[in-house]
């Protein structure tokens, strides 16, 4: 079987620099080319500097390397998205834009990471559905929402084989959260392993759906590889891992680090959280294309653990 020819928009990401390495072990470094707005250098395989705005500059990389899928993962994030509302929605929704008309017209396949930012607080908390109420509130979640659609649409109208999921909070010890509500369950793992009292931005008690980093990527990938006629969800399939709190969160590391010190001082982030679900329904998912999770809180933990306790050891080097 041919491998596919990969574009990933924002490859230097939270997501986009593990899901590149991903792809590039699974396809092989040659049909994978890693874009970003960053011009950093990339020792590991193809990199082009990509503005996701600039439509023509995309359209002359999907033809310089004949692409024939798209992971589009630019986007301004959630707690970023609340202090540049507008620049956000145009990043957010112009990008989209600009990736969909090029599926459309180039006949690629393309992914569209949304979120469970799409939810709002009239939304049922647990075990929160495929289908239901969404009325987001914030920037973030209505482009979320908005480009749902907007890929529905494009299947419906013009055939475009675009697929979605809904990450819940992704935690990963690869590189540093990037603006997000749920960036406190990435850093309170470095913290620990500093030994370093934490300070949360959420209440003690805001539990969450979470999933770490292998699962999500995972999914994404096992999205895209199901066969078309799997695929019933044109909007964005629901996607869980697991749900805990701060408090769980640290009760967990405690079990590796015994003394690691917590504190609490709730900000505008409180707010974005308190209107996203506890817990989330997935089993269309499992339905669909077979997803299920592999990671409960404890066994991220002890991996995160021990991951940045190689990193630091490596820095130190």
């Not at 590149?20 to 080319?33: E, F, M, P, W």
């Not at 569209?112 to 920037?139: H, K």
């Not at 819940?168 to 309170?188: E, H, K, N, R």
């Not at 299920?292 to 306790?309: A, F």
Request: proline share 6%.
């Amino acid at each position: 079987m041919n491998q596919p020819r990969v574009l990933i928009t924002g490859a230097h990401g939270q997501i986009g620099s593990v899901l590149t390495k991903s792809l590039r072990r699974r396809y092989g470094a040659d049909n994978i080319l890693a874009t970003d707005i960053r011009d950093i250098h990339d020792p590991e395989g193809q990199f082009a500097q990509l503005d996701a705005l600039d439509a023509k500059r995309l359209l002359d990389l999907i033809d310089t390397y004949r692409i024939d899928v798209v992971y589009h993962l630019a986007a301004i994030l959630s707690a970023k998205g609340e202090q540049i509302p507008q620049q956000a929605w145009q990043i957010n929704m112009d990008s989209l834009f600009n990736v969909l008309e090029a599926a459309k017209n180039k006949q690629l396949q393309l992914f569209f990471p949304s979120s469970i930012a799409v939810f709002g607080e009239n939304t049922p908390r647990d075990d929160t559905p495929q289908e239901t109420i969404m009325q987001p509130s914030t920037v973030y979640g209505i482009s979320k929402l908005a480009g749902e659609n907007w890929c529905q649409y494009y299947y419906l109208k013009y055939g475009v084989d675009v697929r979605s999921i809904r990450y819940p909070g992704i935690i990963g010890y690869q590189s540093l959260p990037g603006g997000g509500t749920t960036d406190y369950a990435v850093d309170i793992y470095h913290k620990a392993m500093l030994a370093e009292p934490f300070t949360c931005f959420l209440a003690p008690d805001m539990k969450l759906p979470m999933m770490y980093m292998d699962d999500a990527i995972r999914a994404t990938i096992e999205l895209m590889e199901a066969p078309i006629n799997q695929i019933r969800v044109r909007t964005a399939y629901n996607l869980s891992g697991m749900c805990f709190s701060p408090q769980e969160q640290a009760q967990a590391i405690r079990k590796w680090k015994p003394d690691f010190s917590i504190s609490y001082a709730p900000d505008f982030r409180q707010q974005i959280a308190a209107s996203w679900p506890n817990s989330i329904d997935d089993s269309v998912a499992q339905q669909d294309w077979g997803w299920k999770p592999e990671y409960n809180l404890d066994r991220m933990t002890q991996e995160m653990l021990e991951q940045l306790k190689n990193k630091y050891q490596a820095q130190k080097a």
